[in-house]
């Protein structure tokens, strides 16, 4: 990734094209794409199913849509172009309620990926929930890195509530367990804490630490 902040460097390092980042909710997926995008400067573009639904339809309207992708990232590099639930592109069966038309990019993302050249400092970041569900081998073939990122263990979720608690106006007295609360809280991610810290003993929410609460990841 971070060749990419040097056309120079970018030209003579290994050239990666796509990554893939896998794991459950929660996990800051979304987040590491938004800090790619920080730390080398870039544009952010979003291909995801959900966000081109409708928009140029037909297969001359997909044709023009990459086209302008690659001509306004090329432009504007460095680039990085987004997709969400990647592996929805390559999904064996979509469900039925599913109106995203999440396949479209099917043939067309691994060519335009492939025709990319090492000058060319555009980067394919997709992420997902269940990469399993998609086909394994497509999405090899189509992400060059695929980045796994677990639940947090006991030492993160410590650090994690020990920061929330007191970002919400709480406060560490010696009596508070935060071991026991860790050790309780084995499989939640970091999406899902903020959630059980803004809700009262007897079940009703905190509305004043609701609005200070950060977005998800």
Same mark, same amino acid.
């Given at each position: 990734?971070?060749?990419?902040?040097?056309?120079?460097?970018?030209?003579?390092?290994?050239?990666?094209?796509?990554?893939?980042?896998?794991?459950?909710?929660?996990?800051?997926?979304?987040?590491?794409?938004?800090?790619?995008?920080?730390?080398?400067?870039?544009?952010?573009?979003?291909?995801?199913?959900?966000?081109?639904?409708?928009?140029?339809?037909?297969?001359?309207?997909?044709?023009?849509?990459?086209?302008?992708?690659?001509?306004?990232?090329?432009?504007?590099?460095?680039?990085?172009?987004?997709?969400?639930?990647?592996?929805?592109?390559? !999904?064996?069966?979509?469900?039925?309620? /599913?109106?995203?038309?999440?396949?479209? #990019?099917? =043939? +067309? *993302?691994?060519?335009?990926?492939?025709?990319?050249?090492?000058?060319?400092?555009?980067?394919?970041?997709?992420?997902?929930?269940?990469?399993?569900?998609?086909?394994?081998?497509?999405?090899?073939?189509?992400?060059?890195? !695929?980045?796994?990122?677990?639940?947090? /263990?006991?030492?993160?979720?410590?650090? #994690?509530? =020990? +920061? *929330?608690?007191?970002?919400?106006?709480?406060?560490?007295?010696?009596?508070?367990?935060?071991?026991?609360?860790?050790?309780?809280?084995?499989?939640?991610?970091?999406?899902?804490?903020?959630?059980?810290?803004?809700?009262?003993?007897?079940?009703?929410?905190?509305?004043?630490?609701?609005?200070?609460?950060?977005?998800?990841?």
């Amino acid at each position: 990734v971070l060749p990419m902040g040097s056309q120079t460097v970018h030209e003579t390092a290994p050239h990666v094209k796509s990554i893939m980042i896998a794991g459950p909710h929660g996990t800051g997926k979304r987040m590491l794409v938004n800090a790619i995008c920080s730390e080398l400067g870039a544009n952010l573009m979003d291909l995801s199913a959900e966000n081109i639904c409708g928009k140029y339809p037909g297969k001359a309207g997909l044709t023009m849509l990459l086209h302008l992708v690659l001509k306004v990232g090329k432009l504007l590099q460095p680039t990085v172009v987004y997709i969400g639930n990647a592996d929805k592109t390559f !999904i064996k069966k979509v469900a039925k309620n /599913d109106m995203s038309d999440p396949k479209r #990019l099917k =043939k +067309e *993302l691994p060519k335009i990926i492939k025709k990319m050249a090492p000058e060319d400092r555009i980067l394919f970041v997709g992420t997902s929930l269940t990469p399993w569900e998609g086909d394994v081998k497509s999405l090899c073939q189509c992400y060059q890195k !695929i980045v796994l990122i677990p639940r947090p /263990d006991y030492a993160s979720r410590y650090l #994690l509530f =020990k +920061e *929330l608690i007191t970002r919400h106006g709480g406060r560490l007295a010696p009596t508070l367990d935060l071991s026991s609360l860790a050790k309780i809280s084995d499989g939640y991610t970091p999406g899902s804490h903020p959630d059980r810290s803004q809700t009262r003993p007897n079940g009703a929410e905190n509305t004043t630490a609701a609005k200070k609460a950060p977005d998800r990841c």
